[in-house]
C-alpha cells in the first residue's frame, strides 16, 4: 500500500517552498529580467541616465569583428575542451575500474583536481608552459625544438587555457564514468570475453553503448562548463590576449560591460550568450538522446 504524506494546512506547502522561490526569483530570473531590458538600452558608464535604441545594441555587436571573432573562438574553445575532458576521464575511468590494488586510493587521488579553483588551474598551468620558466614549455624547446610561448603566441595560449580547463573537468568526468561502468554487469563483460571479443570490440559493443545515458548527460554539462564556468582560468591567465585569442564570449561581456562600461552591449552579449547556450542544449536533447540507448 503507497503511504501519502497529507499537510494539515493547504498554505504549508507554499510557506515550505517560498524560500526556495525567493531565492530563485531574486537571484536567477530577476537578474535575467534587468539583462534583457538593459540589452535595449544605451547607458552612460555610470547608469544615471538611459535611452531605448532598441536592437541598435545587437545590431553593433554583430557588426563588430571582434565579437565575430570571439563567437569562433568560443566554439572551438568550448568543443575542444569538452571533448579532451570526456574522453580522458573515460579513459582513465576504465583504467582505474581495472585496477585490483589500492583501489580508494587510486580514485580519491583522480578525484582531487575537481576540487582546485578554475583561477588555481589557470596558474598551475602558467607555471608549467611558461616560455621562461615553465618546466614543459622549457622541456619542449630542449628536446623538441619547440619554441611554445602563450605569452605572445595566440594559438599557444588558446590551447594552454585549453589544457587548464579540461584538466579540472576530468575528475567531474571520471567520477559519472566510474559509476556508470560499476553498474554494468559484469556477467555481460565474461561472456563477451569467452566469446573471443577483443578488448577493444568489448568496450566499443558493450560498455560504450551502455554508458551512452552517461556520455550524453557529461556533454551537456561540459559545454556548458566550457561557456560559463572558465571565466576565472581566462582571467587569471590571459585576461583575453594575446590580441584576443582567448577572448571568448563570456569573457567579452566581462571586457565590455566591467572594463569598458558598456552595459549595453554587455547586456545585449548576455542575451546572446544565453540563447545560444539555450540553443545548444536542447539541438542536444533533440538529436544526440535520439543515440542514446537507456536501459530497460
Known sequence: MQKRSVFKSKYLPYVLILPQVLVTLTFFYW?????????????????????????????????????????????????TTAFVSISLGMIIATLANRATRCKALIRTMLIWPYAVAPAISGVLWLFLLHPSFGVVALALKKWFGFNWNPVLNGNDALAMVIIASAWKEISYNFVFFMAGLQAIPHSLIEAASMDGASPFRRFFAITLPLLSPTLFFLTVMNIIYAFFETFGVIHAVTQGGPGGATNTLVYKVYQDGFVGLDLGSSAAQSVILMILIVGVTVFQFKFIEKRVQYAG
Open 31 to 79: 537578474p535575467a529580467a534587468q539583462g534583457l531590458i538593459q540589452s535595449f538600452l544605451l547607458s552612460d558608464p555610470f547608469g544615471q541616465s538611459s535611452t531605448f535604441v532598441w536592437f541598435e545594441n545587437f545590431v553593433a555587436i554583430f557588426t563588430d569583428p571582434l565579437y565575430l571573432k570571439s563567437i569562433g573562438i568560443t566554439i572551438v574553445f568550448s568543443l
